[in-house]
């Protein structure tokens, strides 16, 4: 089967389920009409993230071909690999600009990302391990079962092949979801901004290719340049 779109949503066999990813959709709205004292909390925070992984849990017990479905085809990542390489240094180096020069010129204050729970931890926890098993999961989130099942739910509306094809709708949501996911902007506060047009790139990427590898080292390797320039920087 060629890469692409096609293998969001031709998957081999009908898929039960991708109304689920609808959950952490519905959780994450839920929060914003939350008072603030509950905004707060850390589990509250990181409520619509579990409930994301409940229902990528009940969703793969019931299918066949997860690991297909998701995006994670063996046969594709020694191209996940290069892709995402060149991807995550672009955006890396992108970004770095942007947080280090960008933010500071406008009046906004980056010395808060000692604070964060990243800033706190350890350099040696951090690089490579951490960074690595936060861009698994979170890819496996976002672009691997609520992107994926987001494209598999629109492609029925849709009678332009190239619409269902392109997702736009699974792909402006699954963007604003992952920005504005609670822990997200609870820790980087106006820095959560630069997570919209990640989004769109490592969205747009796993609609185009099929391939989850690719944003998941994309995504590491832009952590790592962020997060090495940032902790010499301040």
């Not at 959709?25 to 839920?30: F, P």
């Not at 290069?82 to 010129?105: C, E, K, M």
């Not at 099942?149 to 392109?166: D, N, P, Q, T, V």
Request: hydrophobic share 55%; with cysteine; proline share 6%.
């Amino acid at each position: 089967m060629p890469p692409g779109p096609d293998r969001l949503v031709h998957a081999p066999a009908a898929e039960w389920g991708p109304a689920l990813a609808l959950l952490p959709l519905a959780a994450t709205l839920a929060y914003y009409v939350l008072p603030a004292s509950l905004q707060a909390q850390t589990s509250v925070q990181f409520a619509p993230q579990l409930l994301a992984y409940v229902a990528l849990f009940l969703w793969a017990s019931r299918n066949s071909a997860v690991r297909f479905r998701l995006g994670l085809d063996r046969a594709e990542v020694r191209t996940g690999l290069r892709q995402g390489l060149i991807t995550g240094l672009a955006l890396g180096g992108l970004n770095t600009g942007v947080i280090l020069a960008g933010v500071p010129f406008l009046g906004y204050d980056i010395t808060f990302l000692r604070q964060t729970p990243h800033g706190l931890l350890p350099l040696f926890v951090m690089i490579p391990w951490m960074i690595g098993i936060i861009a698994f999961f979170v890819e496996l989130n976002f672009r691997g079962f609520i992107l994926g099942r987001l494209a598999a739910l629109e492609c029925r509306l849709w009678k332009s092949g190239a619409a269902s094809r392109f997702s736009p709708l699974a792909l402006l949501t699954t963007t604003l979801l992952f920005a504005f996911d609670p822990f997200m902007v609870h820790t980087f506060q106006h820095l959560h901004w630069i997570a919209v047009w990640d989004g769109l790139i490592w969205g747009a990427i796993r609609l185009r290719t099929g391939n989850l590898c690719t944003t998941i080292v994309a995504h590491a390797v832009e952590v790592l340049i962020l997060y090495s320039a940032v902790k010499m920087a301040i």
